[in-house]
């Protein structure tokens, strides 16, 4: 059998369509207006080999966010600009180039998040129902989303509190440091219903839930969610 040789010179012409826009690192930012990522065309020949030299033309592009300085040129056949997020504002961005004036065919994508959203982030018990024992506990997390739904991906964010209407609210909220905030509810001693909620800065946010405090040999009209 015989294997084939690709030999990549200078003279060798990037082709677009082989080419790739990739984003370096994470691609999830908060909409800050200051942060920033690095986006990174590599450019490939014909037979899809990278190219080993710089000179060509890059123009960046983006849906959302402005780039800022210059092109790099690493002579290795990659080229890097750095993207600035948009301010207060949650978007996706598609991030595209072209080289020598052709537009290569692959994009990158990145996502924006806002600041939190009392309407949109989310409350979760880990057990909805617990048996009225005075000590049984269940945990309340809040889920802090942005105003278009997304998950923002790390804490900070402070004056979060829970409220019960019934049961004892344990210790004090924990910022897990992943955009979720926690806190555990311990039972009452006797059959109860209570509504959970939350505030930021005393501000509510919108969502409610609900947990069940039951008597182990009452069960009439209780519904188990596993």
Request: proline residues 2%; aromatic residues 6%.
């Amino acid at each position: 059998s015989t294997a084939k040789v690709y030999f990549n010179s200078q003279g060798t012409v990037p082709n677009a369509n082989n080419s790739l826009v990739q984003v370096v690192g994470s691609n999830l930012l908060p909409a800050d207006g200051s942060s920033t990522l690095q986006v990174k065309v590599t450019l490939k020949d014909n037979y899809n080999q990278q190219l080993t030299y710089g000179g060509n033309s890059i123009v960046f592009s983006s849906t959302a966010g402005t780039f800022t300085g210059a092109v790099t040129d690493n002579s290795d056949g990659t080229y890097t600009q750095i993207l600035v997020a948009p301010s207060n504002s949650a978007k996706d961005a598609v991030i595209s180039a072209t080289v020598d004036g052709q537009t290569i065919s692959n994009t990158a994508k990145a996502s924006f998040y806002g600041s939190i959203s009392l309407a949109t982030s989310a409350l979760s018990v880990s057990f909805p129902n617990i048996e009225a024992t005075g000590s049984t506990t269940t945990l309340i997390t809040l889920q802090s989303k942005d105003s278009s739904g997304n998950n923002l991906p790390s804490g900070g964010v402070t004056g979060i509190a829970f409220q019960a209407t019934t049961g004892t609210l344990l210790a004090s909220v924990v910022d897990n440091g992943n955009g979720t905030y926690s806190q555990a509810l311990q039972s009452t001693a006797v059959g109860n219903t209570s509504t959970v909620s939350a505030t930021k800065s005393s501000i509510a946010f919108s969502d409610t839930k609900t947990v069940t405090f039951f008597v182990a040999n009452n069960l009439a009209g209780v519904t188990i969610n596993c």
